[in-house]
């Protein structure tokens, strides 16, 4: 159930609602906002997409029935999507954890998937999705077979992890975020050869593009829920794994062309906006709120997006709450930070 209908006036009567910034604060828990609340869903030409990110797959706290219950929710939508993007940090952590426990993790989201999802899906990694990279608390060398991010890629069917493709009138661009900064530390940015790709990608099409990424390229709620920024690539601060680093150099590269109209991501577990050159930047909330234990900082839900893509590159956004409940009290130990 959405608040649609509401936050819309609200967002047209505060004059938010198009060319500013909204920031995560001002959407917490069930929202839906769009470029135009003029246009009407299902026009033609259009494409419903859905956007789940952040299942964080776990047995823990109904961690695998939460993944279940939102993609038959997905998927049981009056309009249905006829494709799922999904953004990365897939399982609850094999970023620093052993061999034992990431075979548990990846066998159980290939399972569930398997088992609740019947629409195309397409993936991008997310840092927790990363075997290893922690090498002292994974107890890794780093010379296993699938350490990094092989074995995300194998079981997500991807033969590099960043790729492009067509559907509809739009062209989608799934983005690699996590890069390795120094040992057993990464930071959100593109590197050379992926950044030479992208220009490729946005030089080659005259279709509008959608740009996914699990890290945000911007955010608002980066400034507004830590206010930590700068750091180094030796030793980076807080929002450089919460925001990407090359933010500058991508929103150039996005100025340039002009036909990136909209980028998506997860990472933060909140939502927020900002728009800036002709692009949109939103980040979407996550599929286990808080890690299963309830809402995320006390405001954000269990849901997951659905967005309309317009021929005309234009889109609307629906914030969906699926109906989850958690097993258990919100734990009194701090939730495990999405930068980690």
């Keep these: 159930m959405t608040n649609e209908t509401t936050r819309r006036d609200w967002l047209k009567a505060t004059g938010l609602g198009i060319g500013g910034v909204i920031a995560s604060s001002l959407l917490g828990g069930c929202a839906a906002t769009g470029s135009s609340s003029a246009r009407s869903a299902g026009r033609a030409g259009s494409i419903r997409v859905a956007h789940v990110t952040d299942v964080h797959v776990q047995n823990e706290l109904g961690g695998a029935r939460g993944m279940a219950a939102a993609f038959r929710h997905v998927q ?8 799922i993007l999904n953004t990365g940090d897939c399982v609850m952590d094999v970023l620093n954890r052993d061999r034992a426990r990431a075979t548990e993790l990846w066998t159980l989201w290939s399972s569930v998937l398997k088992d609740e999802c019947s629409t195309p899906i397409e993936h991008c990694l997310g840092n927790h999705d990363i075997w290893g990279w922690v090498k002292e608390r994974s107890g890794t060398t780093g010379n296993e077979p699938g350490w990094g991010k092989k074995w995300a890629m194998d079981v997500l069917g991807l033969s590099r992890p960043y790729h492009a493709f067509d559907r509809g009138a739009w062209r989608i661009v799934m983005l690699d975020s996590v890069m390795p900064a120094a040992e057993g530390v990464w930071e959100a940015r593109l590197d ?5 790709w992208l220009e490729g990608e946005l030089k080659a099409t005259k279709r509008p593009v959608l740009v996914c990424s699990h890290v945000p390229i911007v955010s ?3 400034f507004l829920d830590t206010g930590k920024i700068g750091g180094t690539p030796e030793a980076p601060a807080l ?5 990407h680093a090359d933010v500058k150099r991508i929103g150039h590269l996005f100025a ?4 990136v109209k909209l980028c998506i991501s997860g990472h933060l577990h909140e939502i927020d906006r900002a728009e800036f050159h002709g692009t949109t930047y939103i980040t979407n909330p996550a599929v286990c709120g808080d890690w ?5 900082r006390g405001v954000w839900d269990e849901q997951y997006t ?3 893509l317009h021929a005309d590159g234009s889109f609307d956004v629906e914030y969906v709450n699926y109906g989850w409940t958690p097993e258990a009290p919100p734990a009194t130990a701090p939730a495990t930070r999405a930068d980690a």
């Design 76 to 83: 049981s939508r009056k309009r249905k999507p006829e494709l």
């Design 192 to 196: 050379d050869e992926q950044f030479t």
């Design 220 to 222: 608002p709620a980066v």
């Design 239 to 243: 929002a450089v794994r919460r925001v």
């Design 256 to 259: 340039k062309y002009g036909n």
């Design 292 to 296: 299963w234990k309830g809402h995320h």
């Design 306 to 308: 659905m967005l309309d």
